[in-house]
C-alpha cells in the first residue's frame, strides 16, 4: 500500500510542467529543503536545471559540471573560487566555433547565458581567463574584477571584447593605467556603470577619454584617484550621470565641484575625506540640481555654513540620505536641515562635534521618515534624544549609538517600546545592563545587535534576548567580561539564525560553551579571538556542528592544538578566512589543515611557536594556488625557501610580513 502511494506521488510529480515546478521549488526557502527535493524527485532535479540563474562556485574542479547543469544561468559568481586561473577557466568555458554567431552556436557547444560574473580577488585570473570568458559569454553585462591587483592593461583589453558590457568594477586593480581604461572606453560604448576605486595609475587623460566614448554612463566611482578638476570637468559633460563619489580626491577642491555643477542630472554625490573643498563649493554643486537625493560629505568640511543650508532648502523635497560625519554640528544645523529635508530616511552624524539632545530634538520633529540614525560617538546625547527618536521615527530600522555614554536602559525602553521595526543597534561601548536589554527584547524583528565593551552586560541580558528575538542573523558580544557558557546556551536556544557572533575576549566561556554555540548550524563568521579556556575539544564541536563557516578568528587561544586543526580539516570545507595566530599547533597540524581545505584563501599565523621552518614550507606548498593572502612574522622571510616565495607570488598571493613580538595576553 505505501510503495503503491509513493508511486503515485512520485507520477504525479513527474506529470507536472517544469515551470510549475520550478515555481514550487521557488518557495522553499531553505537550501537544505530544495536539495531533498532535487534528490527526492528527478522531476525536480530538471526543473531547477532549467530554471536557475545565479550560481556562486566555491571550487574550480566544480566548475565545469555547475555550467553544464545549469545552462540558463545568468549571473555566476568565481569570487570565493578557490585556486581559479586561466587554465582552469578556460577548460571549463564551452569554446565558440570562430565561424559562428552568437545566435548559431555549435552543435553540442551551446554558449552560456551568463551576462553577469564576479571575480573579485580572483587573482590567479588573466587576461587569457578573461578573453575566455567573454568569448563564452556572447550575453556579457558586467563583470566584477575588484580587488584583482596584478590586473592591468592586457586584462582591459580582453574585457574591451565584450561589447554589451554595462557594469564594471575594477577597484584596485593596481595595474590598469589610462591604456586599459582606453581600451575599455573605446570597446564597451554601452557601459553605464564604471567604478575604479584606488586604480591609482588612471589620470585625467583617461577620464577625458571615458567620457568621450560612454555618453550612457550613470555611475562612476573615482574615488582615491589623483585627478584634478579636470576630471569633473569632464565627467560634467555626460547627460545622464546620476551617480558620482570621489571620496578622497585630493586633488579636487571647490572649482572642480562648480564645474561639475553643470552636470543637472545627479542623484547622488559622495564627496567625503575631500579635504580641499569647502561648504561653498558643495553648495555650488548642490545649486541646479533637482534630482539630488543623497549627499555625503563626511570629514570633508569643517562645520556646515550658511550658504550650503540655504542649497539644501531647494533639494528638501527629493533629498533621502545626508551623512555629515566628522563635521561641527549646532544644534541650529540640525534645525533648518529638519525644517527643509523633511524626506530624510537616514541622517549620518557618527563623530560630530556639538550634537546635543537639542540638535536631534529638532531634527525628528520635522524628519519623521527617518530609518537610520548614525550618531556614534556623539558623547553628550541622553535618553532625551532617543525619547525624542521615538516618539517622532516611528519607523526607524537602524539605529548606531556607538560610544553615546549617557543612554541608558530608560531611553531604550521608548526605543523598544514604539519603535517595532527596529532592526539594528549598535550599543557598543555604552554602559547599558541587563534592564536595557529585557526592553530590546520586545523589538522582535531585531537582525543585528552590537554589545561590544557592555561590560554590564550578563547571561540574564542574553536570556532576554533570546527569549524573543529569533530572528537575529549579528551578535556582537566583544570583551563582554561577564558572558559564560550560559548565555551562549541562551543564545543558542533562542537564536538559530545567527550568521555572525563575535565572542573575542569573553574569557569566561569554554569548550562547553562552544558546545551550545555548534546548535547555530547558519553560522558563517565566528570570532573567538583570547578565548584563554577553549581547547581542540570546542574547536571540533563548531567544526561538527557549523559546516557553514566561512571566518574563524583563533587568535591567542592558546590551548587550541592539532585536535582542532584536524576537525576543521575534515568538517569545515567551506572555511575561506582563518586566524591561528599564537595557537599551539604542530607544523603537521597545519600542513594538514592547508592541504584539505580546498576553500582556504585566507590564512593568518604568526607565532606559530611549535611549527618548525620546514613544517612552514610543507604546509604552505600544501595550499600554493589556493590562498590569497598570508599573514607570517617577518623573520621567516629569510629562511623559507626562494622558491616557495616565488611560488605564492606567481600565484598571486600576497603576504604581509609583520614584525611582532611574542606577548601573552589573556
Same mark, same amino acid.
Given at each position: 500500500?505505501?510503495?503503491?502511494?509513493?508511486?503515485?506521488?512520485?507520477?504525479?510529480?513527474?506529470?507536472?510542467?517544469?515551470?510549475?515546478?520550478?515555481?514550487?521549488?521557488?518557495?522553499?526557502?531553505?537550501?537544505?529543503?530544495?536539495?531533498?527535493?532535487?534528490?527526492?524527485?528527478?522531476?525536480?532535479?530538471?526543473?531547477?536545471?532549467?530554471?536557475?540563474?545565479?550560481?556562486?562556485?566555491?571550487?574550480?574542479?566544480?566548475?565545469? !559540471?555547475?555550467?553544464?547543469?545549469?545552462?540558463?544561468? @545568468?549571473?555566476?559568481? #568565481?569570487?570565493?573560487?578557490?585556486?581559479?586561473?586561466?587554465?582552469?577557466?578556460?577548460?571549463?568555458?564551452?569554446?565558440?566555433?570562430?565561424?559562428?554567431?552568437?545566435?548559431?552556436?555549435?552543435?553540442?557547444?551551446?554558449?552560456?547565458?551568463?551576462?553577469?560574473?564576479?571575480?573579485?580577488?580572483?587573482?590567479?585570473?588573466?587576461?587569457?581567463?578573461?578573453?575566455?570568458?567573454?568569448?563564452?559569454?556572447?550575453?556579457?553585462?558586467?563583470?566584477?574584477?575588484?580587488?584583482?591587483?596584478?590586473?592591468?592593461?592586457?586584462?582591459?583589453?580582453?574585457?574591451?571584447?565584450?561589447?554589451?558590457?554595462?557594469?564594471?568594477?575594477?577597484?584596485?586593480?593596481?595595474?590598469?593605467?589610462?591604456?586599459?581604461?582606453?581600451?575599455?572606453?573605446?570597446?564597451?560604448?554601452?557601459?553605464?556603470?564604471?567604478?575604479?576605486?584606488?586604480?591609482?595609475?588612471?589620470?585625467?587623460?583617461?577620464?577625458?577619454?571615458?567620457?568621450?566614448?560612454?555618453?550612457?554612463?550613470?555611475?562612476?566611482?573615482?574615488?582615491?584617484?589623483?585627478?584634478?578638476?579636470? *576630471? /569633473?570637468?569632464?565627467?560634467?559633460? /555626460?547627460?545622464? /550621470?546620476?551617480?558620482?563619489?570621489?571620496?578622497?580626491?585630493?586633488?579636487?577642491?571647490?572649482?572642480?565641484?562648480?564645474?561639475?555643477?553643470?552636470?543637472?542630472?545627479?542623484?547622488?554625490?559622495?564627496?567625503?575625506?575631500? +579635504?580641499?573643498?569647502?561648504?561653498?563649493?558643495?553648495?555650488?554643486?548642490?545649486?541646479?540640481?533637482?534630482?539630488?537625493?543623497?549627499?555625503?560629505?563626511?570629514? %570633508?568640511?569643517?562645520?556646515?555654513?550658511?550658504?550650503?543650508?540655504?542649497?539644501?532648502?531647494?533639494?528638501?523635497?527629493?533629498?533621502?540620505?545626508?551623512?555629515?560625519?566628522?563635521?561641527?554640528?549646532?544644534?541650529?544645523?540640525?534645525?533648518?536641515?529638519?525644517?527643509?529635508?523633511? +524626506?530624510?530616511?537616514?541622517?549620518?552624524?557618527?563623530?560630530?562635534?556639538? $550634537?546635543?539632545?537639542?540638535?536631534?530634538?529638532?531634527?525628528?520633529?520635522?524628519?519623521?521618515?527617518?530609518?537610520?540614525?548614525?550618531?556614534?560617538?556623539?558623547?553628550?546625547?541622553?535618553?532625551?534624544?532617543?525619547?525624542?527618536?521615538?516618539?517622532?521615527?516611528?519607523?526607524?530600522?537602524?539605529?548606531?549609538?556607538?560610544?553615546?555614554?549617557?543612554?541608558?536602559?530608560?531611553?531604550?525602553?521608548?526605543?523598544?517600546?514604539?519603535? @517595532?521595526?527596529?532592526?539594528?543597534?549598535?550599543?557598543?561601548?555604552?554602559?547599558?545592563?541587563?534592564?536595557?536589554?529585557?526592553?530590546?527584547?520586545?523589538?522582535?524583528?531585531?537582525?543585528?545587535?552590537?554589545?561590544?565593551?557592555?561590560?554590564?552586560?550578563?547571561?540574564?541580558?542574553?536570556?532576554?534576548?533570546? @527569549?524573543?528575538?529569533?530572528?537575529?542573523?549579528?551578535?556582537?558580544?566583544?570583551?563582554?567580561?561577564?558572558?559564560?557558557?550560559?548565555?551562549?546556551?541562551?543564545?543558542?536556544?533562542?537564536?538559530?539564525?545567527?550568521?555572525?557572533? +563575535?565572542?573575542?575576549?569573553?574569557?569566561?566561556?569554554?569548550?562547553?560553551?562552544?558546545?551550545? $554555540?555548534?546548535?547555530?548550524?547558519?553560522?558563517?563568521?565566528?570570532?573567538?579571538?583570547?578565548?584563554? &579556556?577553549?581547547?581542540?575539544?570546542?574547536?571540533?564541536?563548531?567544526?561538527?556542528?557549523?559546516? *557553514?563557516?566561512?571566518?574563524?578568528?583563533?587568535? &591567542?587561544?592558546?590551548?587550541?592544538?592539532?585536535?582542532?586543526?584536524?576537525?576543521?580539516? !575534515?568538517?569545515?570545507?567551506?572555511? &575561506?578566512?582563518?586566524?591561528? %595566530?599564537?595557537?599551539?599547533?604542530?607544523?603537521?597540524?597545519?600542513?594538514?589543515?592547508?592541504? @584539505?581545505?580546498?576553500?582556504?584563501?585566507?590564512?593568518?599565523?604568526?607565532?606559530? %611557536?611549535?611549527?618548525?621552518?620546514?613544517?612552514?614550507?610543507?604546509? #604552505?606548498?600544501?595550499?600554493?594556488?589556493?590562498?590569497?593572502?598570508?599573514?607570517?612574522?617577518?623573520?621567516? !622571510? *629569510?629562511?623559507?625557501?626562494?622558491?616557495?616565495?616565488?611560488?605564492?607570488?606567481?600565484?598571486?598571493?600576497?603576504? &604581509?610580513?609583520?614584525?611582532?613580538?611574542?606577548?601573552?595576553?589573556?
Amino acid at each position: 500500500m505505501s510503495h503503491d502511494s509513493g508511486s503515485s506521488a512520485g507520477a504525479g510529480v513527474e506529470s507536472l510542467s517544469l515551470d510549475l515546478l520550478a515555481h514550487a521549488l521557488a518557495g522553499v526557502g531553505d537550501p537544505r529543503d530544495r536539495k531533498s527535493c532535487r534528490l527526492a524527485s528527478r522531476a525536480f532535479a530538471r526543473a531547477e536545471a532549467a530554471s536557475r540563474r545565479a550560481a556562486r562556485v566555491l571550487r574550480r574542479e566544480a566548475l565545469p !559540471r555547475v555550467l553544464r547543469a545549469f545552462p540558463a544561468l @545568468s549571473s555566476l559568481d #568565481l569570487s570565493a573560487c578557490a585556486g581559479l586561473d586561466d587554465a582552469s577557466l578556460a577548460a571549463a568555458l564551452p569554446v565558440p566555433d570562430p565561424g559562428a554567431g552568437a545566435a548559431d552556436p555549435p552543435p553540442g557547444q551551446l554558449l552560456l547565458t551568463v551576462r553577469r560574473v564576479r571575480l573579485a580577488r580572483a587573482s590567479g585570473v588573466g587576461w587569457r581567463g578573461l578573453e575566455a570568458l567573454v568569448a563564452a559569454c556572447p550575453r556579457l553585462e558586467a563583470v566584477d574584477l575588484s580587488h584583482c591587483v596584478a590586473a592591468g592593461d592586457r586584462e582591459m583589453a580582453a574585457l574591451a571584447a565584450a561589447a554589451g558590457l554595462r557594469e564594471l568594477v575594477m577597484d584596485k586593480c593596481l595595474g590598469v593605467t589610462d591604456v586599459g581604461l582606453a581600451k575599455v572606453a573605446v570597446g564597451c560604448p554601452g557601459l553605464q556603470r564604471l567604478s575604479v576605486k584606488w586604480c591609482l595609475e588612471i589620470s585625467d587623460i583617461g577620464i577625458e577619454l571615458l567620457a568621450k566614448k560612454c555618453p550612457q554612463l550613470r555611475s562612476v566611482d573615482i574615488s582615491y584617484l589623483k585627478v584634478t578638476n579636470e *576630471s /569633473l570637468r569632464s565627467l560634467s559633460t /555626460l547627460e545622464k /550621470l546620476e551617480d558620482i563619489a570621489m571620496v578622497s580626491c585630493l586633488f579636487i577642491d571647490d572649482d572642480g565641484l562648480q564645474m561639475l555643477s553643470m552636470c543637472n542630472s545627479l542623484q547622488s554625490i559622495d564627496i567625503s575625506r575631500c +579635504n580641499h573643498v569647502s561648504s561653498l563649493g558643495l553648495a555650488s554643486l548642490i545649486d541646479g540640481q533637482r534630482f539630488l537625493q543623497k549627499i555625503n560629505v563626511g570629514h %570633508s568640511l569643517h562645520e556646515i555654513e550658511t550658504c550650503v543650508l540655504s542649497k539644501l532648502s531647494t533639494i528638501g523635497e527629493t533629498l533621502t540620505v545626508l551623512r555629515l560625519d566628522g563635521l561641527e554640528i549646532f544644534a541650529s544645523n540640525l534645525q533648518a536641515i529638519g525644517s527643509t529635508c523633511k +524626506n530624510l530616511v537616514e541622517i549620518g552624524l557618527s563623530k560630530c562635534n556639538g $550634537v546635543t539632545d537639542d540638535g536631534i530634538v529638532s531634527l525628528v520633529a520635522h524628519c519623521c521618515d527617518l530609518r537610520t540614525i548614525d550618531v556614534t560617538c556623539c558623547h553628550l546625547l541622553t535618553n532625551d534624544a532617543l525619547s525624542a527618536i521615538a516618539e517622532n521615527c516611528r519607523k526607524i530600522e537602524c539605529l548606531r549609538l556607538e560610544s553615546c555614554p549617557f543612554i541608558s536602559e530608560k531611553g531604550l525602553e521608548r526605543i523598544a517600546t514604539l519603535c @517595532s521595526h527596529l532592526k539594528e543597534i549598535d550599543l557598543t561601548d555604552c554602559r547599558i545592563n541587563d534592564a536595557a536589554l529585557q526592553h530590546l527584547a520586545i523589538c522582535s524583528e531585531l537582525l543585528i545587535l552590537k554589545l561590544g565593551l557592555c561590560s554590564s552586560i550578563s547571561d540574564g541580558g542574553l536570556v532576554y534576548i533570546s @527569549s524573543n528575538c529569533g530572528k537575529l542573523v549579528e551578535l556582537d558580544l566583544y570583551r563582554c567580561s561577564a558572558i559564560t557558557d550560559d548565555g551562549l546556551a541562551a543564545v543558542a536556544s533562542g537564536c538559530k539564525k545567527i550568521r555572525m557572533l +563575535n565572542l573575542c575576549y569573553c574569557t569566561q566561556i569554554t569548550d562547553a560553551g562552544l558546545k551550545h $554555540v555548534s546548535a547555530l548550524e547558519e553560522l558563517t563568521n565566528l570570532e573567538l579571538r583570547c578565548l584563554v &579556556r577553549i581547547t581542540g575539544i570546542g574547536i571540533t564541536s563548531i567544526a561538527i556542528g557549523c559546516t *557553514s563557516l566561512i571566518e574563524l578568528d583563533l587568535k &591567542r587561544c592558546y590551548s587550541v592544538d592539532d585536535a582542532g586543526l584536524w576537525a576543521l580539516s !575534515r568538517y569545515s570545507q567551506n572555511l &575561506r578566512q582563518l586566524t591561528i %595566530s599564537y595557537c599551539q599547533v604542530t607544523g603537521l597540524g597545519l600542513c594538514h589543515l592547508l592541504g @584539505s581545505l580546498r576553500c582556504l584563501q585566507d590564512v593568518k599565523m604568526v607565532h606559530l %611557536s611549535w611549527v618548525s621552518i620546514e613544517g612552514f614550507e610543507m604546509a #604552505l606548498r600544501a595550499a600554493c594556488g589556493r590562498l590569497k593572502k598570508l599573514k607570517l612574522l617577518d623573520g621567516l !622571510r *629569510s629562511v623559507l625557501s626562494t622558491e616557495l616565495l616565488q611560488m605564492l607570488q606567481a600565484c598571486g598571493c600576497r603576504v &604581509r610580513w609583520v614584525d611582532k613580538p611574542l606577548v601573552y595576553k589573556g
